[in-house]
């Protein structure tokens, strides 16, 4: 698809005029025909502004029913559009992207009220209808509705019913909300269960902030908060919530390898599902304890889809996204309280339960490339390249996986195996390599 990427249609905040946000919503009316109610909503980036109000426009002329939540996590957006009698959520943001981008994010609600990400059905309508161009003059809006205090009580609700029982006194934290969306539902119900709470990077207005040097990509404010303050452990979320890493005592990253296997261990669970960017430690860990194991390409949807399929319990990815069960999208609020509440359960410190997994040495390393090189990536030169030092890393026993982003303009290169020095050595080569051929 020329739009959709891994994580629906992410580019730079100024493509998204509203003859393109017209566009997508023909492809949305195309699909579902305009007998349907739209919840907005997204994260704090300047751009989602005025986006939602394009949106709002496109919707109106369309004859489109809608509401507006303004500033919500996404996973609060995929709760509670159902619970609130919506059938499609509109998330704009660029999740852990810098302010300058945006992106839209959609979900839909079934017959049994269960939610999913758009269909390949839907996403292919948009992509004709965008691929047509539309001309299109905006009008007026003259409603605007404000569904926010509803939403958020709604999903704080759905947090503390999934949650259960827990008791977090005594627990002392660090929080890094991304100054994204996070930032409207932060601390409370950690503090209402008994928890002390120290709050970084909390602007809930639109902002340039969201992301910048704070969050689950840029975890050393939340590394020197922990430390400096003798936390017990700290959470850091991305900008628009679906992510969360964890920070131990010591300033030590956990990450969601280690957080699926905290919580399916926790939650005596028999299946986990988990993307081939996963380190070798988990994968190790779930055969030593024979769980069903489901390795997909990257990216949240195809972890989701193979835990419907295979009736897999909870699943994610290493950068943070958790699927935890009955859940739809990753969350990274009820992530972090899950994870709290088996600490003060356990009584073991974060850095005790994140030792459960034994990680391999892991080389994460990017190169800037553009669409087209991208694509070269299929050519016969990059593979026998990928195909020569694949066979490097066997004394070792490394892992090389070689992909373009779903997100960004990068090519990311990864590789795992014992001997760290050995592979930080072999992944500059391949890097160096690749970009010349490039």
């Known amino acids: 698809m020329?739009?959709?990427g891994t994580d629906g249609i992410r580019q730079k905040a100024e493509e998204f005029t509203p003859e393109f946000l017209a566009a997508i919503i023909k492809g949305l009316v195309d699909y579902t025909g305009n007998n349907i109610k739209v919840l907005l909503a997204g994260d704090t980036r300047e751009s989602t502004e005025w986006i939602l109000r394009d949106l709002e426009t496109a919707l109106e002329t369309f004859g489109i029913e809608y509401g507006n939540a303004g500033v919500l996590?996404?996973?609060?957006?995929?709760?509670?559009?159902?619970?609130?009698?919506?059938?499609i959520a509109i998330d704009v943001t660029a999740s852990h992207n810098p302010y300058t981008d945006n992106g839209i994010k959609i979900f839909e609600r079934s017959a049994d009220n269960t939610t999913t990400k758009l269909s390949e059905k839907g996403r292919v309508a948009i992509e004709s209808a965008l691929a047509s161009g539309l001309?299109?003059?905006?009008?007026?809006?003259?409603?605007?509705?404000?569904?926010?205090?509803?939403?958020?009580?709604i999903y704080q609700n759905h947090l503390i019913e999934y949650l259960g029982p827990a008791n977090f006194t005594g627990l002392h934290l660090g929080m890094d909300c991304a100054n994204g969306a996070t930032s409207v539902i932060n601390k409370t119900i950690f503090e209402e269960l008994g928890a002390k709470v120290e709050l970084i990077n909390v602007d809930d207005s639109?902002?340039?902030?969201?992301?910048?040097?704070?969050?689950?990509?840029h975890l050393e404010s939340l590394q020197n908060l922990v430390k400096s303050q003798n936390l017990d452990f700290g959470v850091a979320f991305d900008g628009d919530g679906d992510r969360c890493l964890m920070v131990d005592k010591?300033?030590?990253?956990?990450?969601g390898d280690q957080i699926i296997a905290i919580l399916a261990n926790y939650l005596k669970l028999d299946s986990i599902a988990v993307t081939v960017m996963a380190n070798q430690g988990i994968l190790n860990w779930a055969?030593?304890?024979?769980?069903?194991?489901?390795?997909?390409?990257?990216?949240?949807?195809?972890?989701?889809?193979?835990?419907?399929?295979?009736?897999?319990?909870?699943?994610?990815?290493?950068s943070g996204h958790i699927i935890l069960p009955g859940e739809a999208?990753?969350?990274?609020?009820?992530?972090?309280?899950?994870?709290?509440?088996t600490i003060a359960a356990t009584g073991k410190s974060l850095d005790e339960l994140a030792k459960?997994?034994?990680?391999?040495?892991?080389?994460?390393?990017?190169?800037?490339?553009?669409p087209e090189q991208k694509q070269q990536l299929e050519s016969s030169k990059v593979k026998s390249l990928i195909a020569a030092y694949e066979e490097k890393l066997k004394p070792v026993s490394g892992r090389l996986l070689v992909r373009p982003s779903g997100t960004e303009n990068l090519i990311r290169i990864t590789m795992w195996g014992e001997n760290e020095k050995e592979i930080t050595t072999l992944a500059n080569e391949l890097k160096t390599k690749l970009g010349e051929i490039l």
């Open 2 to 4: 020329n739009y959709f």
């Open 73 to 87: 996590p996404t996973p609060a957006i995929n709760y509670c559009f159902a619970q609130m009698d919506f059938d």
């Open 135 to 153: 001309t299109y003059t905006p009008v007026s809006p003259t409603i605007r509705e404000n569904l926010h205090d509803e939403a958020v009580k």
């Open 206 to 217: 639109y902002n340039t902030k969201i992301n910048h040097d704070c969050g689950s990509t």
């Open 250 to 255: 010591t300033g030590e990253i956990v990450d």
């Open 287 to 318: 055969k030593e304890r024979d769980l069903r194991l489901a390795v997909t390409p990257v990216g949240d949807s195809n972890v989701a889809e193979a835990m419907r399929k295979e009736n897999i319990a909870i699943g994610g990815e290493q």
């Open 329 to 341: 999208t990753g969350d990274g609020i009820l992530a972090a309280l899950l994870v709290t509440k």
């Open 356 to 370: 459960i997994i034994t990680k391999f040495p892991q080389i994460n390393l990017t190169l800037d490339a553009s």
